[in-house]
């Protein structure tokens, strides 16, 4: 059963911050209004939506808490002055709520964002594009404080002790970078079918490689700070979250995506003719998702499992079951409406030109 | 230039004049000296230069000019400052003079990333400028284009294109012929 | 192409560029009196520096205000306060360059100027609080032959050495290597013999030639590609000089973002601060445009919002850690001894700036210059409440003390503010302030493919240079050659 949970938030964790990363960039797009994103914005739309999904599949984790988290099992709180500290703020109900909040923001913004192009790609009337930027760029805020606290009460508080101001800064660099690899993968695995065949060029493919060359070095720099700053002062509440998963071996694991989530994704998208070809940059993304997924097994797993390294056969299986979930969900969003936005003129004009 | 001044240099042509090196033409805009330009690479000449006060997108290529030593030099300045960075503090710390910090491990690699980091970027920052110099050949005081006339302009606001006089296909004749075809403001003979 | 055309206002060809930009420091003349004062200010202001300085290296470091168990104050306040401040610099240069904002076209060496004083004024301060600055070179690894012993480098301290240098070092080359073109321009228009000697030694030669062109563009995306992570890193780094330590206060994981963020805030506000009135002085409106002051108080405001984001998290981790360290550190700073310190300072980074929200604001010169002032006062007392009022409370309250700086800390201090502002008032004299060259390239870009167009009446400007300028096309004569 403790097997089952496990995965779950595992599997849960990942998709969600897939979701929680085609929000991010779709509310950066609109404060933004870079060119970049036109071609991508439907996958963002259409991930941002699962999260309606997402918050049923979250349910679930309720029945599992004390397989869980430390916080949730009284006989351990009981012997552990931190965690009575943490009490009220870790009582059922103030959580639940908290997590009703979060998926209410999110689905409520991402809602209004997508009606509103919706209905500028009908009636074509360009103040919906200044009403989206009006509430992106303080939606943002929004988002940054409710993944602070998500991540937090979600992957943080399973390590009991542990906290870290790094924390939810480095979750949104993460799901940004995991929605930026998985919009990439999508669109230069469709670059040459019709509509896509029309809109992704060199240009394209450059500015989108080089977008997640900066959100992998995004990455690394802010994991390697929270690391370098915790292994040097070695404070007995800090270090052991770091311990935890480097031993019984786990270690081999950020060895690893050392070399497979920054020097080799980093190094290869330094080179222009890497970004210039769509199935490099295809390949390059998908190697990317793979280690995401690593990275998440690495930061909750070993916690749940102290005896040392395994991978269970709920693992897989539960990843795989939730990600076909996500994806139903989310290819039938997509099919909803039209492969590429019509509503701003600057891709109609590369449609016309084609 | 009238016709009777070609004369006067037809004349002249027979004897070459070996302190010539080149010829230019002066343009008024950046487009005419970069269509004269890709026009002369197609006529065949090959040793030219196009001089201008600001960079001109896709001159390099219109003079045939394709290099990536810069680049080249940069990288092997970082991979050198790299090397540099990490065996100092590998040399320092764990060969010369281990010695225990707070109980750190003496191949503490976390803690030798920064000044690595930084030795790598000094380096290859010394590789691109200094790289960049070398290869243009700066600093050279004296060069033969600023003979030409109106070259101070060159750093201002007009476009000149010179095709050396080392080039095979050049001839005192025929090459201010054909520069005046282009159209410029001026033709005027470069001496060394 | 609306916002483009923006980045240029007015009626503007090559020439009208050469006048307006190249002619402040080869006229003289042309110098408003504000010029004079400013000077004058920035001087006397210096003299205090100089005072400050040879006293302390007669006394020693005994006459600041530092002792226990405060022993970093404004040393490493003003020195991280500068250092931030130069941060801004390098990256309106070189991230915009990456990302093919030309823009920042009319910005960067005033930028990057900015950029080199800054650090000058950071740097004096780690080197005169080693308390014997002429045995500095202590911190290089020379070697046990001369000193019997390595540099530490597991410490931060020594990574700091790295990081400044480097940066100090790589921001010059940056800037040197960004006005060779300018140089050039300055050598062919200088009438005096003297000064086109000094031109030309400087431009080394350069001559404008397409292959030096593509090689000088090469290096310049290069340099402009290597500064940001360095910049990055610098700071970065500085944050780690306090938390690698294990003090409450300090050992804040979120420390390399968010005073990299809040260097890039205060130095965005620092350069409108000098923007602004440089501005309106040398009647440089059209090339320093509000495109150019919209974009730059956007970005204070996205960076203010992180810093921002960053002083409510620390709050929320320190009760959520439930150390009673960290409780008690957040608890001092709010309702402790110093608490108008840390108000002021909510209400200065967190608060004023959420004014820019409104875009009448970011366009408002007036309140721009004041919001820019208070956020500078701002991260000046961040810095205050990282360092002294962690330090002043011990573990133990037998070493519980208070920090009062000395006379000869604020004299050090607004010392070096004069010597920023004669520093940064000499340049504007003798150096032309906006990129000549790269003011070219953007005209070109914005007007070259309508060759029939613009450019034709370019021409005709070029012909007639405007009444009140210097001779242009034709008058001066070729000075090098034969």
Redesign the interface.
């Known amino acids: 059963m403790s097997n089952l949970f496990q995965s779950y938030l595992f599997s849960l964790i990942f998709w969600v911050s897939l979701s929680l990363g085609c929000f991010g960039l779709m509310l950066l797009h609109h404060t933004i209004r870079g060119k970049w994103g036109l071609p991508i914005l439907r996958f963002l739309e259409a991930g941002s939506m699962t999260l309606v999904l997402m918050g049923v599949l979250f349910l679930v984790v309720f029945a599992g808490l004390p397989y869980l988290y430390p916080w949730a099992r009284p006989d351990e709180v009981a012997k552990d002055?931190?965690?009575q500290?943490?009490a009220g703020?870790y009582q059922l109900w103030f959580f639940a709520a908290r997590f009703a909040l979060y998926f209410a923001v999110w689905i409520l913004i991402s809602w209004l964002l997508i009606k509103w192009t919706r209905l500028q790609e009908k009636t074509g009337d360009s103040r919906y594009a200044q009403k989206r930027t009006n509430l992106s760029?303080p939606a943002i805020?929004a988002y940054?404080v409710t993944v602070?606290f998500a991540s937090?009460d979600w992957v943080m508080s399973l390590d009991a002790?542990w906290?870290?101001?790094?924390?939810?800064?480095l979750y949104m660099a993460s799901q940004a970078l995991t929605a930026m690899a998985f919009a990439i993968f999508l669109l230069t695995w469709r670059a040459s079918q019709k509509p896509y065949s029309e809109v992704v060029n060199p240009a394209l493919t450059r500015d989108l490689g080089n977008i997640l060359l900066a959100f992998t070095?995004l990455w690394a720099?802010?994991s390697?700070?929270?690391?370098?700053?915790?292994?040097?002062?070695?404070?007995p509440?800090l270090i052991p979250y770091y311990i935890k998963r480097n031993k019984g071996g786990w270690n081999w694991l950020p060895t690893a995506m050392l070399f497979g989530q920054f020097f080799v994704p980093f190094l290869l998208l330094l080179i222009p003719s890497v970004k210039a070809k769509t199935r490099n940059l295809m390949m390059i993304a998908g190697w990317i998702l793979v280690w995401r997924i690593v990275d998440i097994f690495w930061q909750i797993i070993p916690v749940l499992r102290p005896d040392g390294f395994s991978i269970r056969a709920t693992d897989p299986i539960v990843f795989l079951a939730i990600g076909a979930l996500w994806m139903g969900f989310f290819f039938w969003q997509l099919k909803q409406r039209s492969p590429l936005p019509t509503h701003d003129p600057r891709l109609q004009e590369a449609l016309d030109h084609a | 230039m009238s016709t009777q001044e070609i004369h006067v240099h037809e004349a002249e042509s027979a004897q070459p004049r070996a302190n010539l090196y080149g010829m230019v033409a002066e343009f008024d805009h950046a487009d005419d000296l970069l269509h004269a330009a890709q026009q002369t690479y197609a006529a065949g000449y090959r040793k030219i230069d196009a001089y201008s006060p600001f960079p001109i997108h896709g001159m390099p290529e219109a003079i045939g000019f394709k290099e990536g030593r810069v680049g080249l030099i940069t990288f092997l300045g970082g991979v050198l400052g790299a090397l540099t960075g990490a065996g100092l503090q590998i040399y320092t710390t764990v060969i010369d003079y281990p010695m225990n910090v707070g109980g750190r491990p003496l191949m503490s690699i976390p803690s030798f990333f920064p000044a690595t980091y930084e030795l790598t970027i000094l380096f290859a920052s010394f590789g691109a400028a200094f790289g960049m110099l070398a290869l243009n050949g700066l600093p050279r005081p004296h060069h033969p284009i600023f003979n030409a006339p109106n070259f101070d302009k060159a750093s201002q606001n007009k476009f000149f294109l010179c095709i050396e006089a080392a080039d095979p296909k050049f001839d005192r004749v025929e090459t201010r012929r054909y520069l005046e075809g282009l159209h410029p403001t001026a033709v005027s003979d470069v001496e060394k | 192409m609306s916002t483009q055309e923006r980045l240029i206002a007015g009626e503007h060809n090559y020439v009208t560029i050469n006048e307006k930009i190249a002619t402040i420091p080869l006229s003289q003349k042309k110098h408003p009196p504000q010029w004079a004062v400013t000077l004058l200010i920035g001087f006397m202001i210096m003299q205090l520096l100089m005072v400050a300085v040879t006293y302390l290296l007669y006394r020693g470091v005994g006459i600041w205000g530092i002792n226990q168990p405060v022993g970093w104050g404004f040393d490493i306040i003003n020195f991280v306060w500068w250092i931030g401040i130069g941060h801004a610099g390098t990256l309106i240069s070189a991230i915009l360059l990456l990302m093919r904002q030309y823009w920042r076209n009319s910005i960067n060496r005033f930028a990057e100027t900015m950029t080199l004083f800054a650090v000058a004024c950071a740097g004096m301060y780690p080197l005169l609080h080693t308390g014997r600055p002429w045995v500095a070179y202590w911190l290089f690894p020379i070697g046990p032959n001369v000193l019997g012993m390595w540099p530490q480098f597991r410490s931060p301290l020594i990574w700091d050495v790295f990081a400044i240098n480097t940066y100090i070092t790589v921001s010059a080359i940056f800037w040197f290597v960004g006005l060779i073109p300018d140089f050039a321009t300055m050598r062919d228009r200088a009438r005096i013999k003297l000064v086109q000697w000094i031109y030309g030694l400087l431009a080394m030669g350069w001559r404008g030639s397409a292959q030096h062109w593509q090689r000088y563009e090469t290096a310049s995306l290069l340099l402009a590609g290597l500064s940001t992570p360095l910049v990055l890193s610098v700071h970065s780094i500085v944050s780690l000089d306090f938390a690698v330590s294990n003090l409450p206060g300090w050992h804040v994981t979120f420390f390399p973002p968010y005073f990299v963020a809040g260097a890039i805030f205060a130095g965005f506000a620092m350069v409108l601060l000098l923007a602004l009135p440089i501005r309106a002085w040398y009647k440089v409106k059209d090339y320093i445009t509000m495109t150019h002051v919209d974009w730059m108080a956007k970005i204070m405001l996205a960076t203010g919002l992180i810093v921002f984001y960053g002083y409510l998290a620390e709050i929320f981790y320190a009760w959520y850690s439930g150390s009673k360290f960290e409780m008690d550190m957040m608890w001092n700073r709010m309702f402790g001894p110093y608490w108008p310190f840390y108000w002021s300072l909510i209400l200065c980074n967190g608060l004023v700036p959420q004014l820019l929200w409104a875009p009448k604001m970011r366009r408002n010169i007036v309140g721009l210059f004041i919001i820019s002032l208070i956020v500078s006062i701002g991260m000046w007392l961040e810095r205050f409440i990282i360092i002294p009022v962690t330090l002043h409370r011990d573990f133990l309250p037998s070493s519980w003390g208070f920090y009062n700086p000395s006379l000869w800390d604020w004299m050090m201090f607004i010392g070096t503010i004069g010597f920023f502002i004669f520093g940064m008032i000499m340049f504007v004299r003798l150096l032309p302030m906006i990129n000549i060259f790269e003011m070219k390239d953007l005209l070109h870009r914005m007007h070259g493919h309508s060759r029939n167009g613009h450019s034709k009446t370019d021409h005709a400007a070029a012909d007639h240079p405007p009444a009140d300028g210097k001779p242009s096309a034709g008058q001066t004569q070729p000075e090098t050659g034969s």
Do not use: D, K, V
Not at chain 1, 163 to 169: A, D, R
Not at chain 1, 224 to 235: E, H, M, P, R
């Open positions: 002055p931190i965690l500290h943490r703020y760029a805020i940054a602070t937090t002790h906290s870290s101001t790094m924390f939810g800064f070095l720099y802010l390697f700070s929270q690391y370098l700053i915790i292994w040097s002062a070695n404070l509440e």
